[in-house]
């Protein structure tokens, strides 16, 4: 009896979870080590120097993931029929880079504005270390979604931490907003509130 579409479908997901369990569990042990083994950095008393370890971070994340993605897909068309865009010719190579593209700059976004968030509050030379030891596994993260995808698309969920990271980042900053504001009850009702969303949103879609 061949399988349904509902069935490719289910199984996909199932290997789909399995690969994302894996890469959460390599993504917080690597987060780990690389938060004992980075050197503390000096200064970080000053939010400027906090900032500018940010914006360095954001470098390596949009010169290693961003720019990359635009120079495969760059390289792509100017190498055979997909040269113009227009034509409608895509090879699932093209397609899944031109897929890890829009993804990758959605996903930018989010990490970039968690990297200040972060850098406005975790203000000793120690806890700084975090951001570095993020963006390295952010980073591999979405090389492993990339690689993962042309491997099937199930197995782009290697790289599911990368966005779990962003949110988490935003999360500690807007629970840290929300302390500054109205204490533990305003913590906990910015938290909330997303938490409410995201149920909703997965209310909605199921």
Request: aromatic share 10%.
């Amino acid at each position: 009896m061949a399988e349904t579409r509902t069935d490719v479908w289910k199984s996909e997901r199932k290997s789909g979870a399995a690969a994302i369990a894996v890469s959460f569990a390599v993504s917080l042990a690597a987060w780990f080590v690389l938060l004992r083994l980075l050197p503390p950095l000096k200064g970080m008393d000053d939010v400027a120097a906090r900032m500018l370890v940010a914006v360095k971070c954001a470098v390596f994340a949009t010169l290693f993931c961003l720019a990359a993605g635009i120079e495969a897909v760059a390289h792509e068309r100017l190498q055979g029929p997909a040269f113009d865009p227009l034509a409608g010719f895509e090879t699932r190579r093209l397609r899944v880079n031109l897929r890890y593209l829009h993804n990758t700059l959605e996903q930018l976004i989010v990490f970039v504005v968690g990297l200040f968030g972060l850098a406005a509050y975790l203000d000793t030379n120690g806890a700084m270390r975090a951001l570095p030891a993020l963006t390295i596994v952010w980073i591999a993260n979405r090389y492993a979604f990339w690689i993962g995808y042309h491997r099937s698309a199930a197995m782009r969920g290697l790289g599911a931490p990368s966005m779990a990271i962003g949110l988490l980042m935003l999360l500690y900053v807007i629970a840290r907003t929300g302390n500054d504001i109205g204490g533990a009850p305003g913590a906990a009702i910015s938290v909330g509130a997303f938490l409410a969303l995201e149920a909703f949103l997965f209310w909605k879609t199921r």
